[in-house]
C-alpha cells in the first residue's frame, strides 16, 4: 500500500493526522528513521552482545508489538488476521518491505508469514555482507507481540528464512507458542531446527532476567 492511500484511508478516521511538525497515529507521535543509521546501530550492537542482542531485540519488539496493538490495532481490526493485513500494510507503506501471510491461525496460535522484500535485511547484506544467522529480529517481535495479544498465550517468532543470508531472497517468519517453535521448524525448515531451539532456550533465559527486574 502506498504511503498516499495509507494517509487517506486513515485521514478519513481522523485516526492519522498531521499537527502542526507532528505526525500523529492515534494521538502518538510517529518519527520517521534514516535506515543506514539502523544498519550501523544493529552491526556495533551485534558486534559487542553478539547473538544476544538480536534476542533482546526481539522481546523488547514483542513488548512493543503487544502495546501497540493493544493501544491502537484492537480499536481497528478485531482478529488477529486483520491486525496482520492491517501490518503488512503499514509496514509496505513505511518502506520495510513487501509482506504477505501464507497462514494464521488465532485459535492454534499459528502464524507463518513472507517478506517478498526485506528494505533492512537487503540493506545489511548490501553494506556488509552475508549475515550467518537471519537478523530481522525486531520485525519477529513485533509480529509475536500482536500475536500474543489476540491469543492471550505466550508467543515466539523466528525469522526461518532472512534476506541478509546467502543465497537467500525473501524472508519467513514463523510465530507460534514457544512449545510448537521446534516442531513446525521442522515442519518447514528442517535443517534450521537445531538452530531454532538453541533460540527458544537463550531467549527464555533472557526473558526471565528482564521479568525479575520488571
Known amino acids: 500500500m502506498p504511503m498516499p492511500n495509507l494517509l487517506r484511508e486513515f485521514g478519513m478516521f481522523h485516526y492519522l493526522t498531521i499537527r502542526e511538525d507532528c505526525i500523529l497515529f492515534g494521538g502518538e507521535k510517529v518519527v520517521l528513521h534514516f535506515l543506514p543509521h539502523m544498519v550501523s ?10 547473538a544476544d542482542h538480536g534476542l533482546v531485540e526481539f522481546l523488547a519488539s514483542k513488548r512493543a508489538g503487544h502495546d501497540f496493538v493493544a493501544a491502537h490495532g484492537a480499536k481497528l481490526q478485531k482478529s488477529l488476521v486483520g491486525v496482520v493485513d492491517l501490518s503488512c500494510k503499514v509496514l509496505s507503506a513505511f518502506g520495510w518491505g513487501a509482506f504477505r501471510t501464507i497462514k494464521v491461525d488465532e485459535q492454534n496460535n499459528f502464524m507463518l508469514l513472507e517478506a517478498q522484500r526485506s528494505t533492512f535485511a537487503e540493506e545489511v547484506k548490501a553494506r556488509h555482507g552475508p ?25 515466539y517468532a523466528i525469522e526461518l528464512n532472512c534476506a541478509a543470508q546467502k543465497d537467500t531472497q525473501r524472508c519467513t517468519f514463523l510465530s507460534t507458542s514457544p512449545e510448537d517453535i521446534v516442531s513446525q521448524t521442522k515442519r518447514f525448515a528442517p535443517g534450521k531446527a537445531k538452530w531454532a531451539a538453541g533460540v527458544i532456550v537463550r531467549m527464555q533465559k533472557l526473558e526471565a532476567k528482564v521479568e525479575a527486574c520488571t
Not at 546501530?41 to 553478539?50: A, N, P, Q
Not at 549475515?131 to 508467543?155: C, H, N, S, V
Open 131 to 155: 549475515q550467518p544467522e537471519p537478523i530481522d529480529w525486531m520485525l519477529a517481535g513485533l509480529l509475536a507481540g500482536a500475536q500474543e495479544f489476540y491469543t492471550k498465550r505466550k508467543t
Open 41 to 50: 546501530r544493529y552491526v556495533c550492537l551485534d558486534k559487542v552482545f553478539g
